[in-house]
Each structure stands twice: as structure tokens, then as C-alpha cells.
């Protein structure tokens, strides 16, 4: 089980290119599949039956509804590679469905808040390399609608402000060009002519020349440090309640889809493989929703 769990991991990695993060994330939840049927006195993959597999899910009660539809994924996808590597006479986790759970819609921030959120990433005022930096990197996510990890990931030949384009690189290496409005391209501009050169000079040897975003010693910035951004930020605008780098990529596409955008354009700006991801951000405001009703209802007042 064990080998073959090493040439599917192998496979991803290197046939179909998936991204690094998404690796990880497959041998982890495989792991414990792993670990599971061997507890369980299984060793090879032609030995696990349908019910070994809803024996499993059932294992993860305890789990969230998002967490246990990812490990069942994982081994879906097992199954599969190894019936196609002549390994197993069939997929007998084929028929194992994921577990329903409750419809969550995404963190959303209004505009006004988003306004609040960039203002406060940087004091009023403020031209030291770090404030600039922050901000410059919070227009950039909305703006864009860009994932973390496209956000660090960024390079100086990536973007071109004159153009007002970027080009990112999403889930399995997948690239995509991305327009970057005005109020970002000023950001980055002045980031880019009075503090990356700054936080550039910081860094002991080896100086990062190719990332745009830099941490405090010169280096390419990590996902760990946009959180803590973009929580600093939150704090400092009073948005009372819990954000993550996400919230910005949520709030860029609702208001697209609120501005009138349509999904399929939405869709190819968040990189998603399939319009189903994106039609989420077609859910309508309480706000929106009593609005319409006043105004089209022949007896709503």
C-alpha cells in the first residue's frame, strides 16, 4: 500500500503538475488511510472492499463535513490510479459518496469595509518600506482576486504596471493574466520606487531579486505573513470580527457579481477549473434582497 500510495503521490507531483500544497495535502489525508486499513489488517489495496472505505469515513465522524469530503477525494483518486495501474480489478470506493453538509456562504467584506481595511494597512501619511509593502500587497489581492499563495508567489516579471496586468500562477502550475485597477497600480508603484529596495538592502546575503513582496529581512514573503497582515489591518480599521487572506479574494468576486459581472468571467479571473466553484459568489445580500423586494413586491409597502 505503501508504494503505491508513493507513485500516485509521485504521479500528481510530476505527470499532472499539481501544486505543491495540493501534494502535501494528499499524502497527509492518505497517510491516514494508510494508517487506518493497516490498523485494520489490510496491506494492499486489492483487499479493501466498499465497506473497508465506509469504515473509514466513519472513522472521521469527529471531522468537518469540508475535511472528510477531502480525504475521501484522496482516496477516490487512489482507487482510481490504482485500477488504472492494473494494481486493483476495480474502484470499490466508486459508489462512496461524500458527506452532505450545511451550504456556508463566504466571509464577505462590504466596500466600505474593504475601503477601511486597505486605508488602515498603512497609517495615514506613512512611507516607511513595511507600510508601503502592506498596502501595496492588500490592493494587489483585491484587485486581483489572487490566492495567497499567488500573492507570494508574484514576481517583478510577472507584472506590468503599464499594461495594468499581472500574470499569476495558480493550482497545478495553471497560469492566468489578471487586469490590476488604478488604485492598486499606485500602491505598487510606490512600493516598488521607495521600499522593496529598502527591505531589498535588508537581507544579510543573498538578496531576493526576483519576488515583488518582501518580509522584514529581504526575503520573499510567506502565506504565514499575510495572515498576520491582514489581521493587523482588520484590528486597526475595527472590522469586529475574524479575517483571513481569503476574505479578500471572497470579496472581490462577490462584488464583481454584484457589479454585474457575469459568472463565467469571474471565473477565469479566480482561476477556477469549474464555473460550479464560483457560482457561490452569486448568493444575494439580506440587504440586496429586502431592497429588491421593496421596490418589486406590488404590495411590500
Known sequence: MHELIERFLAYI???????????????????RYEQWLNAHGITTIDAV?????????????????????????????????AVSEGNAPSDVSEGVKPPKGASTLPDVLSVDEVSALLDAAAPKGAVD????????LLEFMYATGCRVSEAVGTDLADIDLDRRVARLTGKGSKQRLVPIGSYACEAMRAYLSAGREALVGKARKNPE??????????????????WEIVTTAGKRAHIDRPLHPHTLRHSFATHLIQGGADVRTVQELLGHASVTTTQIYTHVSPQVLMETYLISHPRAR
Open 13 to 31: 507531483d510530476v505527470e499532472r503538475g499539481l501544486a505543491k500544497a495540493t501534494v502535501s495535502a494528499y499524502r497527509s489525508d492518505l497517510t
Open 49 to 81: 472492499s466498499r465497506h473497508d472505505v465506509e469504515d473509514f469515513m466513519a472513522s472521521l465522524a469527529e471531522e468537518s463535513t469540508r475535511s472528510r469530503a477531502r480525504r475521501l477525494a484522496a482516496v477516490h483518486e487512489l482507487h482510481r490510479f
Open 129 to 136: 518600506p513595511v507600510s508601503l509593502r502592506d498596502r501595496a
Open 209 to 226: 531579486l526576483r519576488a515583488i513582496f518582501l518580509n522584514k529581512r529581504g526575503r520573499r514573503l510567506s502565506r504565514q505573513s499575510v
